[in-house]
Each structure stands twice: as C-alpha cells, then as structure tokens.
C-alpha cells in the first residue's frame, strides 16, 4: 500500500479537497459523518457515514479525487485491489464495534460507495465548478 500523499503537494491538495466537497455534498442530502480517514490496520477509509434514507445504512466510502477528466473519471481509479482494502477495513471496523461506539446500531446494513470529484471538469468549467458523482454500492466483481 502507497502511503498517503504529502498534504503539502499537489496531489495531497487535490485528495483533501475532493474529500472536503464530497463531505460537504453528503451532508447536504441529510448524511451524517461518523468518521473521516479512519485508520484501521493498514488501510484508511475516506469518510464512513450514516445514509439516513436507506433504512438508514453504514457506508464506508472512497473519495478520488482529479483536477480535471483530462486523464480519465476519478472513479476509474478505484481497481480491484482498492474496493478490496476499503471491504477490508469496513469489515474490521464492524467487528470492532467501531459503529456502535459512534451510537450507530450494530445491526444496521453497510455499504461501500466511491465518490468521484473532478474539481476543474474539461467540459463546462464556467457551469459552475466541480463535479460530483456517486457511485452507490461499489462491489468487487
């Protein structure tokens, strides 16, 4: 696994941001954030969050974040062995009793989602800054 990136270089910038505007969009549609960059082992979860309209569900979920689409989606990004640490660590943190210590019933269902940002989208940049897609349930097949 690569280490984080250096908040003080480009790339560090642009992951902060993106996680910062995809935090900010989920609490907009009524979400609430239990955790940002959780460390559990070696692995890191972005934000884990309470979606209150799916019953409500734990989602685990990856931020990526570009500068533009100039290098293919952000959530292109996101391989196999990715999907399979974020799987990793939200299963361990179910069984550490993690959620339950945030007040968060231990019998409640759990999701992993990817959240892609392109801060300076190539097309329409004068629409009205970044672009934010969800993707709900990413899965590992």
Same mark, same amino acid.
């Given at each position: 696994?690569?280490?984080a990136?250096?908040?003080?270089s480009?790339? /560090?910038?642009v992951?902060r941001?993106?996680?910062?505007?995809?935090?900010?969009?989920?609490?907009?549609? /009524?979400?609430?954030?239990?955790?940002r960059?959780?460390v559990?082992?070696?692995?890191?979860?972005?934000?884990i969050?309470?979606?209150?309209?799916?019953?409500?569900?734990?989602?685990?979920?990856?931020?990526?974040?570009?500068?533009?689409?100039r290098?293919?989606?952000?959530?292109?990004s996101?391989? /196999?062995?990715?999907?399979?640490?974020?799987?990793?660590?939200?299963?361990?943190?179910?069984?550490t009793?993690?959620?339950?210590?945030?007040g968060?019933?231990?019998?409640?269902?759990?999701?992993?989602?990817?959240?892609?940002?392109?801060?300076?989208p190539m097309?329409?940049?004068?629409?009205?800054?970044?672009?934010?897609?969800?993707?709900?349930?990413?899965?590992l097949?």
């Amino acid at each position: 696994m690569s280490p984080a990136p250096d908040p003080r270089s480009h790339r /560090g910038r642009v992951g902060r941001d993106a996680e910062a505007l995809a935090g900010r969009a989920l609490e907009r549609l /009524g979400w609430r954030i239990l955790g940002r960059n959780v460390v559990i082992g070696r692995d890191e979860i972005d934000l884990i969050c309470l979606d209150p309209h799916a019953g409500p569900a734990l989602v685990f979920v990856e931020v990526r974040g570009h500068s533009s689409g100039r290098f293919g989606a952000a959530e292109e990004s996101v391989d /196999g062995r990715k999907l399979a640490r974020t799987y990793r660590a939200a299963m361990a943190l179910i069984r550490t009793g993690w959620a339950r210590q945030q007040g968060v019933p231990s019998a409640l269902a759990w999701r992993v989602d990817i959240v892609a940002v392109e801060l300076a989208p190539m097309l329409a940049r004068s629409s009205g800054g970044p672009t934010i897609r969800h993707i709900r349930g990413a899965t590992l097949d």
